[in-house]
């Protein structure tokens, strides 16, 4: 019997069990999609059955007041399963001091980078004050996983995106959704083979297998990341429509493991 793949899910969010089922209820009604699991840290488990996985965990704080519990409850779901990776959490209106200080503390604490959600967190993702945290991230060495695309709003707009990417370019900006969920075709004239970083999580969901193949060939294999965004989907179920989609051995292992190792130093 073959050993099970070696993966890691770059994009995934797990939440306290008294909220998890809330939160993922939440996005699910928001983005009008149907949820496959419960956001809780069992799930994220149960769901890569047959896989040898490593899951980068994140969960944007929504208000100011929840970044530092956020973080600690990411931390400690870290400390406790080796197998997990933490992405921090900042929110722009705790104030560009509060928030270097906080980065610098979840660094200290395990943090391997930052999830920000300009939508869910209710900020125009290139705003000019918050230029300094970028700053400071690309200083800390913490990679942004930036979510990117909305039907209902240019907050975190590839454009946005872009702009952030070309004026601080020492950042390591990840690009989720394959460089924007719902708006691939402002993606693919935005950010599609630039320098930036990019994840798989849910581009087969919203486009056919053909057009994810052609993007993630011209973006380039060595900055594009496995991503399930659990608990929209398993990371088993995700990982399984990915393996549907054309490339050899070597491909896979650079989309399902090597890019994110060296990109998170793993």
């Given amino acids: 019997m ?8 770059v994009h995934t969010h797990v939440f306290p069990d008294k909220i998890a089922q809330r ?17 809780t840290v069992a799930g994220l488990l149960a769901g890569a059955q047959g896989l040898d996985a490593r899951f980068v965990i994140s969960s944007a704080a929504l208000k100011p007041e929840h970044v530092v519990t956020g973080n600690d409850f990411l931390l400690a779901a870290a400390a406790a399963e080796e197998r997990f990776v933490p992405l921090a959490s900042v929110h722009p209106d705790m104030g560009i001091s509060a928030a270097v200080d906080e980065l610098e503390r979840a660094k200290a604490c395990g943090a391997r980078g930052v999830k920000l ?4 967190q209710r ?21 942004i996983l930036f979510h990117v695309g909305d039907r209902n709003s240019d907050a975190s707009s590839p454009a946005r ?23 691939w075709d402002e993606a693919e ?6 320098p930036v970083y ?5 581009a087969l969901i919203g486009l056919p297998p053909e057009r994810v193949y052609a993007l993630i060939e011209k973006h380039g294999l060595d900055r594009v990341m496995f991503g399930s965004d659990y608990p929209l989907r398993t990371t088993r179920s995700a990982y399984d429509a990915l393996m ?5 051995e070597a491909e896979r292992e650079q989309i399902c493991r090597k890019t994110a190792s060296g990109l998170f130093g793993l």
Avoid at 117 to 120: E, I, L, R, S, V
Avoid at 198 to 202: E, I, K, L, P, V
């Fill in 161 to 183: 995106v872009r702009h952030i990417a070309d004026r601080v370019p020492e950042l390591k900006v990840i690009a989720a959704h394959m460089c924007g969920y719902s708006v």
């Fill in 123 to 143: 900020f125009v993702v290139d705003r000019e004050d918050i230029f300094p945290i970028y700053e400071a991230c690309a200083e800390l060495g913490l990679p």
């Fill in 244 to 248: 549907k989609l054309p490339f050899d």
């Fill in 23 to 39: 939160a993922a209820d939440n996005v699910a009604n928001y983005y009008d999609l149907v949820m496959e699991a419960d956001g």
């Fill in 2 to 9: 073959s050993e099970p793949r070696r993966i890691i899910d």
């Fill in 189 to 194: 004239r935005e950010l599609i083979g630039t």
């Fill in 117 to 120: 959600h300009p939508d869910f």
């Fill in 198 to 202: 990019t994840d798989t999580s849910d």
